[in-house]
């Protein structure tokens, strides 16, 4: 029931999804999505608890109808079809594994399903679990496999199948951090190798950045903004996106004349006149040494600040600067050693980015 | 954590109290199993095997234990059919109606058993309800005799009896089937009549297997439905262990095919205990 | 996440599960309105009157027979909680040798068929020359039932935090206080439940009752010997208020063992649990 016009699915598109509305009783879970998805791409839909990623993805698996919209793979319309019809598999959160049956059954199930040959089904079952790197365990009964075992054992049964795109719901937040880590490591690999689009779904917007070509990051149910990490990251377009993605300073300014002033700090900028809200990365922000206070450069905005608080990070501290007028900005340095008292701050005036709304996330 | 002292009083307890009233009572059993009785109606304590021969020499025994376990067998298999589909709808098609209809599948359970049967009898018999309606609607002109006083009415009432009992451990169990791997079966490509085949019912198998086993071995050791609607052809072997004990007064014998019931009953459950645990996959 | 979970309608399987009901219900119904009939037997049924209740009113016997049917239950009631209790405390604390035995002999009065256990409690009384009577029935049902409070007793244990008791014990106070202030607070409402449980299963029993029984008949008991002379329609009246008080007071142990729980499992663990001769 989309009444904008839906553009025609290029060879770019592998899966559109078209103006998706979903509601649970009285709340509107998703409002209105359109997204498209590229083949071979590893897509994250980033966002909160509640901020409907994973009734997004259960969407495109079948597993939910969707109310008004239309999901389309390449020129097949989906969203009509039952999962069991999808060329599209899921690594579920709690891995899903049939406890009754062992690890090999397990994987031949999709392949029973498509009523593979018996005379296949081994070779298959064997490729894809030395993919996962679980050969040995094939007569396994899953229950004697780790969480981490298990996890790959689902990455296979689904991959076993060759879907055109396969969808995985937050399957390492039930990981301890090194081992988690290390499969996502894995993870990207693989999706390298095997070349099949992969829709991720996380609330971790580090493991996010780490692992997608693109990165749709999701907020009450509207796309916040889409695009690969580094663009999010170093552009981000509202206040939610920077604050989300990353740590930010968040600066309300005036622009006026070529300057943008934000309490007691002021920076070159050729932005329209007005009131804007800027993001300023933590890290972007340097001790300036005493006996290079004297000098300056017009692409660098100076500021002083008295640190109200400085934390050891190992490579990098961060600091909280009260820069007056109850303005306290957030500065990663790299190991300055203690520090303390006033010290002069610069940044590049390039790197404040200024964003569409005015602030207040 | 616990004291020798807490131990000992929460376990000597209910152990003395066990042992007193039913090892030592399952003992004696024993014990009368291998004992006579006198023509004057005297239970003599002279040890031999004559109970337990007799059972074998008999044909009266064997046959009535292997009409029993016939309708036993009977009752177990209807009340699967009644109960498995009932609590398969209750667990994926009932919704929000869950709850209720729940408790009305559990509420004949706990309406007596005697007023159940009671109530089969009004209902078969040739002046009962169900007569009369066939009578009624012209399907039948004269009372159909063997509604009552018959296997038919013993399978009949002992399946009503029991199939609660086989509905409540199927429900568990199918309660429990996680239904993110229904979700995962779809996933992979299987639809739902293949997904109950290779999902949903292995593994409600042990509820299957609890269910029957209780249905089973109740309607074997069974002697009030008999008794009620069961007649001269309906009689099971409890019924004679009943006789044994009360008019014919030879208790030995009697205590003899209780044990031999016994030994089926705890052979079952040992059974289905090894299966049980042999596809048990938690 | 709420899931919208869409239900796939079956109208077969609902048929079915209405059929099944019906078989059900069926003889409740009947004896429900016959109650209330004006004749014995026949179809339809005419005349709607209350005399069958009515009579039921100055039906001495009866009353004293449901009177001993009450003092059964209350103190079968009693037995199984002080004995079901510190079984289960046994079962889940306690390593003693025989202990899977032990669990599994316990749950055997629910298993086995009701004339095993009668009969052989029967040659254990007279076995020590004691009479037949109200007493023999009560330890009859007793012992059977201490399976009940045992299961459902364990089963609150399980949701039972240990770390309270371990607290306790580290601010001072003893076993005895432990289990008085923390365990046993915490078990009430398991314990409410079995009692619930065990009452209505012991107005109920006959199996065992009939052969335990002396000169007072508790009143499955009375039932069964008017049933053995004929019909009677005052039956239909007295089952149906026995109807009323059974399902009354299992819906009060359902709601008592919803709260917070998942309540299939509580009928069910019971079942469960002794095919499996296990504790649950």
Not at chain 1, 75 to 89: A, E, F, G, I
Not at chain 1, 115 to 132: F, H, S, W, Y
Not at chain 1, 334 to 343: K, S, T
Not at chain 3, 78 to 86: E, H, Q, R
Request: proline letters at 6%; hydrophobic letters at 50%.
């Amino acid at each position: 029931m989309s009444s904008s016009p839906q553009p025609a699915p290029s060879a770019q598109t592998l899966l559109s999804i078209r103006s998706v509305a979903k509601r649970f009783g009285n709340r509107e879970i998703l409002k209105r999505i359109s997204l498209d998805v590229a083949p071979g791409e590893f897509l994250t839909i980033l966002g909160e608890s509640g901020s409907g990623k994973t009734t997004l993805l259960r969407l495109v698996a079948g597993f939910e109808q969707l109310d008004s919209g239309e999901i389309w793979m390449a020129d097949q319309r989906l969203d009509q079809q039952p999962p069991y019809r999808r060329p599209v598999n899921t690594v579920f959160q709690n891995y899903a594994l049939f406890p009754h049956l062992s690890v090999f059954e397990n994987i031949a199930y999709g392949l029973r399903a498509a009523k593979t040959t018996n005379g296949e089904i081994p070779a298959r079952v064997t490729q894809a679990l030395d993919m996962v790197k679980m050969g040995e365990f094939i007569a396994s009964p899953p229950s004697r496999l780790s969480g981490g075992q298990q996890q790959r054992v689902a990455l296979a049964r689904a991959l076993v199948n060759r879907p055109r795109v396969l969808l995985l719901d937050e399957p390492l937040s039930a990981l301890d951090a090194n081992l988690r880590r290390q499969m996502q490591i894995e993870l990207k690999s693989l999706q390298r190798e095997v070349g099949i689009t992969f829709i991720f779904v996380t609330h971790d917007q580090e493991e996010a950045m780490a692992l997608s070509d693109r990165i749709a990051l999701l907020r009450a149910g509207v796309l916040e903004q889409v695009g690969p990490p580094r663009e999010i990251y170093g552009r981000p377009k509202t206040s939610y996106a920077a604050q989300f993605i990353g740590q930010t300073n968040l600066l309300p300014a005036e622009v006026h004349d070529g300057l943008a002033s934000s309490g007691a700090i002021v920076w070159r900028t050729f932005e329209a006149a007005g009131k804007a809200m800027y993001s300023l990365r933590p890290e972007c922000i340097r001790l300036v040494p005493v006996l290079a206070q004297a000098s300056s450069d017009a692409s660098l905005a100076r500021f002083r600040g008295r640190i109200r608080n400085q934390t050891f990070g190992g490579a990098m501290d961060l600091l909280e600067v009260d820069c007056g007028d109850s303005q306290t900005l957030r500065a990663k340095i790299a190991a300055p050693g203690p520090l303390g008292g006033e010290q002069v701050f610069e940044f590049f005036a390039d790197d404040a980015i200024r964003l569409d709304d005015q602030g207040g996330a | 954590m616990y004291s020798r002292s807490y131990k000992a009083a929460v376990t000597i307890p209910p152990v003395l109290w066990v042992t007193a009233f039913l090892l030592v009572p399952y003992a004696l059993l024993l014990c009368y199993s291998f004992w006579s009785v006198t023509p004057a109606k005297e239970i003599v304590h002279s040890w031999n095997l004559k109970n337990y021969l007799d059972l074998f020499r008999n044909s009266m025994y064997p046959t009535v234990l292997f009409r029993s376990m016939r309708i036993a067998g009977a009752v177990t298999l209807l009340a699967l059919v009644l109960g498995y589909p009932l609590a398969y709808y209750l667990s994926f098609h009932a919704g929000g109606r869950k709850e209720l209809l729940y408790q009305l599948a559990i509420i004949p359970l706990w309406a007596s058993y005697l007023v159940r049967g009671y109530a089969w009898k009004t209902i078969l018999g040739t002046d009962g309800v169900l007569n009369g309606f066939l009578q009624y609607a012209h399907i039948t002109r004269y009372p159909v005799e063997f509604f009552l006083y018959s296997p038919f009415a013993v399978v009949l009432t002992l399946t009503h009896i029991y199939t609660p009992f086989t509905f409540l451990p199927i429900y568990a169990s199918l309660e429990h089937v996680p239904r993110n791997l229904i979700e995962a079966s779809h996933d992979l490509g299987a639809p739902p009549a293949k997904t109950f085949l290779r999902v949903i019912l292995p593994l409600s198998l042990p509820g299957v297997l609890a269910g029957a086993t209780f249905a089973f071995v109740l309607s074997l050791g069974d002697f009030l439905a008999p008794l009620l609607v069961g007649g001269s052809s309906g009689i099971m072997i409890s019924n004679i262990v009943v006789t044994l004990f009360g008019a014919a007064y030879d208790w030995p014998k009697g205590a003899a095919i209780s044990l031999c019931i016994l030994l089926i009953v705890v052979g079952i459950l040992f059974i289905t205990e090894r299966v049980e645990k042999r596809f048990s996959f938690r | 996440m709420s899931r919208s979970s869409q239900r796939a309608s079956a109208p077969f399987l609902k048929a079915y599960a209405f059929l099944v009901y019906a078989f059900l219900y069926l003889p409740i119904i009947v004896l429900v309105v016959y109650s209330f009939n004006g004749g014995v037997g026949g179809f339809p049924p005419h005349g709607w009157t209350l005399s069958w209740y009515r009579e039921l009113g100055s039906d001495g016997p009866l009353w004293d027979s449901v009177l001993n049917s009450l003092i059964v239950a209350f103190a079968a009631v009693a037995i199984s909680l002080s004995l079901g209790l510190p079984a289960a405390l046994a079962l889940d604390r306690s390593e003693f040798p025989g202990k899977a035995a032990f669990r599994r002999i316990v749950l055997l009065p629910l298993i086995l068929p009701g004339i095993i256990t009668g009969l052989s409690l029967l040659t254990l009384f007279v076995g020590i020359h004691m009479n037949l009577s109200l007493l023999t029935i009560t330890l009859g049902h007793g012992t059977a039932l201490i399976s009940v409070a045992t299961t459902e007793i364990f089963a609150g244990l399980q949701k039972l935090d240990r770390r309270q008791e371990e607290a306790s014990l580290d601010l001072g106070a003893n076993h005895w206080k432990t289990f008085w202030r923390i365990t046993l607070p915490n078990l009430r409402v398991s314990m409410i439940a079995a009692a619930l449980l065990i009452f209505t299963l012991s107005l109920d029993e006959i199996a065992v009752s009939f052969f335990l029984i002396g000169r007072d008949n508790t009143l499955p008991l009375e039932i069964w010997s008017r049933l053995r002379r004929g019909i009677t329609p005052e039956i239909n009246a007295i089952s149906t208020l026995i109807l009323l008080f059974s399902i009354v007071t299992i819906v009060i142990w359902y709601r008592l063992r919803t709260r917070g729980a998942l309540a299939e499992e509580a009928a069910a663990d019971l079942v469960l649990s002794t095919s499996e001769g296990g504790a649950p």
